[in-house]
């Protein structure tokens, strides 16, 4: 079942129950879904890296909106868009902890012989591919810059 299948199923399933914040998610969902399909350039079809990639910013999009509204005291706002992003989190795989990401980094700096800070975007490239929907990126960063000699 594609990611569109499950969506739509699932809106279908929070229309029933009247259940306010899968509705919205899910609609953001299917609308940035429909976005990416009929963007300038795009097959009509989305693969599986691209679905991750597209559910991957919209949560990073409404962790960013989420520390902005807390600095300026709205936590009505907030509260909203943590909503979305725990939905929104059903539908990535699941996340790697910190001493999985450790491990995968560790690897990675050895496959490509990084051997200082300098080389840290050719860490960032090789673990940007290989933990593609699975880590944070600005995680996976600050690890690289904690693992690299200065």
Not at 27 to 44: F, Q, V
Not at 55 to 63: A, D, I, Y
Not at 75 to 87: G, H, M, P, S
Not at 92 to 110: D, N, V, Y
Request: zero cysteines; glycine letters at 6%; charged letters at 30%.
């Amino acid at each position: 079942m594609s990611l569109e299948e499950k969506i739509n199923t699932d809106l279908k399933a929070a229309m029933m129950a009247k259940d306010q914040v899968a509705m919205r998610s899910l609609r953001g969902i299917k609308a940035a879904i429909l976005n990416a399909k009929t963007e300038k350039g795009a097959s009509g079809e989305l693969t599986t890296e691209k679905e991750i990639q597209l559910l991957t910013k919209m949560v990073k999009q409404r962790k960013e909106s989420i520390e902005i509204f807390e600095q300026q005291g709205r936590a009505d706002l907030a509260t909203t868009e943590k909503e979305e992003v725990a939905i929104i989190e059903k539908f990535l795989p699941a996340q790697m902890s910190e001493a999985e990401i450790r491990e995968a980094i560790s690897k990675i700096i050895a496959e490509t012989g990084a051997t200082s800070a300098k080389e840290m975007g050719k860490v960032m490239g090789a673990a940007s591919k290989q933990l593609a929907g699975k880590a944070d990126n600005k995680l996976v960063s600050q690890i690289v810059k904690e693992l690299l000699p200065q």
